[in-house]
Each structure stands twice: as C-alpha cells, then as structure tokens.
C-alpha cells in the first residue's frame, strides 16, 4: 500500500496502466463498449474518486483514438443519450456520477505522450495520468510541467481546469504551457467532429476556453499540445521547462497543543507566503502545503525546496525559523533530503490510488492572510473530535509566475493571491454524509461569515478552483452574498466562455451542474 494526495493508505496502480477490460480493444471504427451486465460495467461505472456519487448509465464507451471518441459522441447525440467524459476520475462533484449521465466516454486508453513535429508541442492524450506525463517527459526529453502534486490525477480535467502544482510558483499554471488541444465538439445539427485548436489559430477561442474553462463544457477532449510561450518548438527539448535536477524535501509535524499556537503557527505561516507572492520572489522555488486534520494530531507541512537554488540550504533554514517562530512546544521536523526531481517524483509526489472517500470538498484563493477571528473559527472546527479520521484543512502555496498572467490572457482569472485553501471532508460509511457534509458547509460558511458565507472575491478574497467543483456556490442556502457561481471561478472571463460555449456547443450537449451557461 501507498500513500495517497492527502497522507491515507491506498492501492498502488502501475504507473501507466488502465483498468484491465476482458473485452478487446476494438478496431478504429468500434470503439469498445460496455453495458449492465457485461463483466467490465461494475468497475468502470464506479470509477470515481467520490464514494458518495454514482452513476448507473446504459453504456460505457472506452475508445483507444480519438476517431473512436467522435464515433461515441455522435452515438450517444444520435441516441439522445445524455453524455459525460472521464479522464482519470478525480472529480470531486457528481459532474459524471448522477442520475442524468446515460452514456460515460472513459478515456482511459488515450494515454499516449509523445512529441507531436507537425504542431512542435508535446502530444499529451487525456486519459494519461500525472504520474505518466512526469514520467514520459522527463525519461525522454528532460523538461517536465508545473502539473499537480497528485500522480494519478488525468490530464484531461487537471489542464483545462488551469492546473497547478508544486512547481507553480516557478514556472506559472498548466494552461500557462498549453499551446492547442485536439477536441471533439458537437453543432447544432448534432454531428460530432474532431477539431485542433492552437493559441494562435485555429479556433484560438476554443483554445483560450480551455485555458482555465474547466471540464465538460464544449467537448471532448482527446489531447493537449503543451509548449511553454517562449518556446517556438525547435527543439524538443527546450520546448518545455527543464526540470530542476534536486529538491529538498521533508515533513514538518505540528504538535499544536492549543488554541493560540494554532494561531500563532498558522498566521506565521500565510504570512510567509503572503510576503513572498510577486513573480521572481527567491522563494518562488518553495512550495510548502498545509494539512491539519480534525483534532490537530498527524498534522504536517511537506516542504519542497528546488534544490538547484545557490542558497538553497539557507533558504530552507529562513522558512522553518519564519513559521516556528513563537510557536511552543516546537515544530518536529525531520532532517531534509535531497533527492533528483526525478526520484522526488516517484517517491514524495502523491501516489496514484484510490482511496474510497466519501467527499464534500470547498475552496478558496486568498489574496491576503485570514483574520485571527477566521483562524479561531477554523480551530473551533478543527477540534471537534467528533471528526477524526480522514478529513483535512489544506493550505496550497500560490502566486510567484502564477500572478506574472494578466487575469483575461487565461480563462483563470485568479493571477493575483498567494494561497489556495481546501476544505476536503473525507469518510467513509453512508450514513456520516449529512453530517460530515454539514461540518464542511458550516466551517466555510461560518470562515466567509462577513461576506455571505462565501470567498466573494475582493481584497482580501480571490474566488475558488473550479477543478475542486463546490456546487454550493449556486446554492442561495449557502451563498446568501447575491454574487452569482460563476463569479467565483471565472470573474470577468465568464461572459466570453459563455459565447465560446454558444458557438461550440449550440445543443448543450456538454453540461453539468457548473457548466457554463449559452
């Protein structure tokens, strides 16, 4: 057993591999597909990373091209059967696992990462994980992205969701490196068709919606072309950053005895960040999350430092004395390691797996620290025994390259906040959703008292990540600020993804309870 994203026991997958299907890959012109019944249907329909949502649809197409993907768009559009895609399953809502998904297209097959000489950008298909992107680009060309933290995580909704990662504050956000995508969309004659679009052209509208739009909205995407902005794709090998050749890494404990230590260390901690968010700051090389789980207990910092910095060693030292200081008892830390980014990958990155969490999941972008008064309230929560176990507070380093983007050069309009805060409420048994969820509900709501409950974005608040999906937000139960969803994920970029939504996908063949509005 491994290590999942948020420290709990999970199964190891091979990196690279799929779900084994007794049925055969089909030729170009059957894509496979599995219905009720069928050996293949019970693991593929329960793929999901969020126990407390499933689908039970008529067919599950897995195609191994992207001419197999068109074919099983246009059936399920010709069978006014309702669609949704999965990548590599992850999603926290129920964008694919609800009652109305009659058709899934899982596209765990395309998996392929390759460097593409026609569009001089690699070639990353949508059902490659994570873990295998690293993998691939580092073994065969040296360059790597500044991709999430999360091995098993697909590509397909981690890229067009902005993605990010522990590289971020370095190198900018995935859609700062995605140069075109190769997506099937849908007219409004209902024909399905396979279309390439590119930063600058064709269809650079399309390509701009998926620079941050989020998943399942305009198509099916079948791959992505990434080359960084000041690449021309000569070379392959410059096309992308170089990876750093060392990281430093260890984990900090939190023995936080008290409510005013809890205080002490957390303030000192998003100050830390808070003072070092500006593109080229010298700690851009740092990315440090947070997790504190219900009852303090086995909460950690894991620090990763690029190794390669000259003062590498020094900075390290500044960080820990910066968030210790005048914290008591003090922070347990075991002795820094330092490993090739290539080995802090495969050991330090978050294993692939999953866990079998029942999840309710909120969050947030900080552009300034919260208030003691919001710390206290997150330690009046966390404390609560009643929620022990697999739940967690997580604080995600932000800002550096991520804030060197103006708010409309991507569909991510937060380029300007140094923290992302998650709320993950994990369990595992049915019978704990409603309160488990309630916990989840009332922290946030009770954190973002004075603005509705909610991260209404303004000076102190950025929005929320639309790839941690929190339907409450158009829920006036629980958004009682009068700023609509969208607001929070997209600000002012929303009115353009809802024309690109209009002209790419007419019929609303794409939609789910986030999906951006014709």
Not at 469 to 496: I, M
Request: proline share 6%; hydrophobic share 40%.
């Amino acid at each position: 057993m491994l290590l999942s994203r948020r420290g709990f026991l999970v199964a190891p997958i091979v990196a690279g591999a799929v779900t084994a299907l007794s049925q055969p890959v089909a030729n170009a012109l059957e894509p496979t597909v599995v219905r009720a019944g069928d050996a293949d249907y019970l693991t593929l329909a329960t793929r999901g990373y969020n126990r407390r949502f499933a689908a039970r649809p008529q067919q599950i197409f897995v195609p191994s091209n992207a001419e197999e993907v068109r074919l099983a768009v246009a059936r399920a559009v010709s069978e006014g059967s309702p669609l949704a895609v999965r990548s590599g399953g992850h999603g926290f809502d129920d964008f694919v696992d609800n009652d109305r998904t009659k058709t899934i297209v899982d596209l765990q097959r395309l998996n392929a990462v390759s460097w593409d000489e026609t569009h001089r950008a690699f070639s990353v298909e949508s059902g490659a994980d994570l873990g295998t992107v690293y993998e691939r680009l580092l073994g065969g060309w040296g360059v790597t992205v500044p991709a999430g933290i999360c091995k098993g995580v697909g590509a397909g909704g981690h890229v067009s969701g902005g993605g990010y990662g522990p590289l971020s504050r370095r190198l900018g956000l995935m859609a700062d490196h995605l140069y075109g995508l190769e997506i099937v969309t849908v007219d409004s004659s209902g024909a399905a068709s396979t279309v390439v679009a590119t930063k600058d052209g064709p269809n650079a509208d399309l390509w701009w919606a998926h620079t941050g739009g989020g998943g399942g909205n305009f198509g099916v995407v079948t791959r992505y072309l990434l080359r960084s902005a000041d690449s021309d794709g000569a070379d392959p090998a410059r096309a992308l950053p170089k990876s750093p050749g060392s990281m430093l890494h260890t984990r900090l404990a939190l023995p936080l005895a008290n409510e005013e230590s809890f205080i002490r260390f957390v303030g000192n901690y998003l100050a830390f960040f808070e003072r070092h968010s500006a593109p080229g700051d010298p700690f851009t090389g740092l990315y440090a999350p947070l997790h504190i789980r219900p009852g303090i207990t086995g909460s950690d910092v894991l620090i990763l430092l690029d190794g390669d910095l000259p003062d590498a060693g020094k900075m390290f030292d500044e960080f820990v004395a910066a968030i210790s200081e005048g914290v008591t008892p003090g922070l347990v830390m075991l002795p820094p390691t330092r490993a090739s980014y290539a080995d802090t990958v495969a050991n330090v990155y978050y294993a692939k797996g999953m866990p079998g969490f029942r999840v309710k999941v909120k969050s947030a972008y900080l552009r300034k620290s919260y208030s003691t008064e919001q710390l206290r309230t997150l330690y009046r929560y966390l404390t609560d025994i009643r929620f022990l176990g697999e739940s967690q507070l997580e604080f995600m380093p932000f800002g550096g390259a991520t804030n060197a983007v103006a708010a409309d050069a991507t569909a991510v309009p937060a380029r300007d906040s140094f923290m992302k805060v998650l709320v993950h409420a994990a369990w595992r048994l049915p019978g704990d959703d409603d309160r488990y969820v309630a916990w989840a509900r009332e922290m946030f709501r009770d954190v973002y008292a004075d603005t509705g409950g909610v991260p209404v974005p303004n000076e102190f608040n950025g929005g929320s990540y639309i790839n941690y999906p929190d339907p409450d937000l158009a829920d006036p139960n629980w958004n009682t600020s009068g700023v609509p969803w969208h607001e929070f994920y997209y600000g002012g970029n929303y009115e353009r993804l809802r024309g690109i939504k209009a002209t790419w996908d007419p019929g609303n063949v794409f939609q789910h309870r986030l999906s951006i509005g014709r």
